[in-house]
């Protein structure tokens, strides 16, 4: 390629950065100098009216760095409830490119020919989110596709957000110290730089197909690898309904989706050490058999999460250890996540947002997610236990690997919640962790990212 293409690129792509920038920082900059001028001045706390500018400001820009708020909003504490409850209004629709512009974004992935390489392709969208947009298709020979193209200067658009997103955190330091967020900030970069690469998303899909095999209840697309680059991935198309579309129906079907929900989330986890960091309503519809709904689809697998073996085993030994009051497992745990310094009181604190997470998992009964508590209040009371003492005795540092485990497990609840669902969740995790052991872990681990090339 020419120099001066190059050198036309490399402008391009600093002049879309720049760009970037100056939005995000006048709209995030502005609310953080609107609480700078109240702390200056000594007037009174406004957090939620800072939450709603901030909010505000997010909604307007759209793209990547709306989707690192609404990751952060559901970190339980890492925000004031204030700006959670207000970022988690974020809608994750994106106005969607026109087809002009679709084309000029198809042709450049596939080729002038493109259209012939499909029978039909929907001019329309059939979703738009912050990254990218779904267009349904159709291949040669009939297969229903869905075609996720991803949009123009994601990757200038994503480092100028993740720069700015010292913004929001500094706003989070100034108003409160009991959590240090350093390291949230760096695992939340590493999983939406990873969202923008197709080709590792299509390994994701390849290793779900391999991990899930067998499992009739959790439906998984085959990718396209001909019809498919690293800014263009296309899936079968899986047919299906939304979630929240069944909350009111049988209980029997409610319970099915929910233990399809959890084998498709602590399967994987529990035998590969791999999971879902994205529980989000809109990454999985309902599929039906017989007229009834059956099970999930599994539709996005751009932020997925591999840890390390010895990483699961925390998980399993911090189960054991409060399921037997055994607090030497319980400390092995949080060191082998990563918390350090722990003393005598943060062990207490941490262990009360463990109690609160495993509890269904110990509790061997059927039973509902929240067990008799409102669900608009489920977990505020045990957040608000480990924030205040957070204050007195913190700050912690959140270890980076702790913060999607710990999403997918507020995640998942939720969808419980949403269902009513009513289960013996000991026994499902249980079953999950049967026979488990760090080395079994580690060799299917190895066997099926080594088989999805990853």
């Known amino acids: 390629m020419p120099k001066r293409e190059n050198s036309d690129r490399e402008k391009n792509r600093f002049s879309a950065r720049a760009a970037r920038y100056a939005r995000v920082g006048a709209n995030v900059g502005g609310v953080a100098a609107r609480y700078a001028g109240r702390r200056v001045l000594g007037g ?41 409850a207000e970022l988690q209004k974020l809608q994750s629709e994106a106005p969607p490119m026109g087809w002009a512009f679709v084309k000029r974004r198809m042709m450049a992935e596939l080729g002038a020919d493109w259209e012939k390489k499909f029978a039909s392709f929907e001019h329309h969208p059939a979703a738009a989110a912050s990254l990218g947009q779904v267009h349904r ?22 480092e100028a957000d993740l720069q700015q997103l010292q913004w929001l955190l500094a706003i989070r330091r100034r108003l409160d110290t009991a959590i240090d967020t350093s390291e949230v900030a760096k695992e939340i970069g590493e999983r939406v730089r990873e969202e923008l690469d197709y080709y590792r998303e299509a390994k994701h899909v390849t290793l779900y197909r391999l991990m899930l095999d067998g499992v009739d209840s959790v439906r ?7 019809l498919s680059t690293g800014r263009l991935l296309t899936l079968d198309w899986l047919e299906g309904t939304r979630m929240l579309a069944h909350k009111n129906d ?29 529980p989000h309503l ?26 390390a073996p010895k990483f699961v085993q925390g998980v399993v030994d911090l189960y054991h250890g409060l399921l037997r009051g055994k607090d030497d497992l319980i400390v092995h745990a949080y060191e082998t996540w990563g918390f350090r310094r722990l003393s005598r009181d943060l ?22 997610i929240a067990d008799g508590v409102k669900p608009a209040e489920y977990g505020r009371r045990e957040a608000f236990r480990v924030h205040q003492a957070l204050k007195q005795k913190g700050p912690v540092t959140v270890p980076r690997e702790f913060v999607f485990m710990d999403r997918a497990a507020v995640g998942l609840g939720a969808v419980f919640l949403h269902l009513h669902a009513e289960l013996n969740f000991y026994r499902l995790f249980n079953e999950a962790i049967e026979r488990f052991s760090i080395d079994r872990v580690a060799k299917r681990q190895a066997d099926a990212l080594k088989a999805a090339g990853l």
Not at 137 to 158: N, W
Request: glycine share 6%.
């Open 347 to 368: 062990i207490d604190t941490l262990n009360i947002w463990a109690r609160f997470i495993y509890a269904p998992l110990l509790d061997d009964r059927v039973r509902t």
């Open 282 to 307: 809109g990454n999985y519809t309902v599929f039906a058999r017989d007229g009834e709904a059956a099970g999930i689809n599994l539709l996005d697998y751009g932020c997925i999460r591999i840890f």
């Open 220 to 226: 998984v697309p085959r990718p396209w690898p001909e």
């Open 250 to 278: 049988p209980l029997p079907a409610r319970n099915a989706l929910a233990t399809a929900m959890f084998t498709a989330w602590w399967f994987p986890f529990s035998r590969f050490g791999v999971i879902h960091g994205d």
């Open 44 to 84: 009174a706390p406004d957090r939620a009216g800072e939450a709603l500018a901030l909010s505000s400001a997010l909604g307007r820009l759209k793209g990547p760095l709306m989707k690192v708020a609404q990751l952060m909003a559901t970190i339980p504490d890492l925000l004031p409830p204030e700006y959670a």
């Open 137 to 158: 298709a159709r291949s040669l020979d009939g297969q229903a596709l869905a075609c996720k193209l991803q949009y123009p200067d994601m990757q200038s658009a994503v």
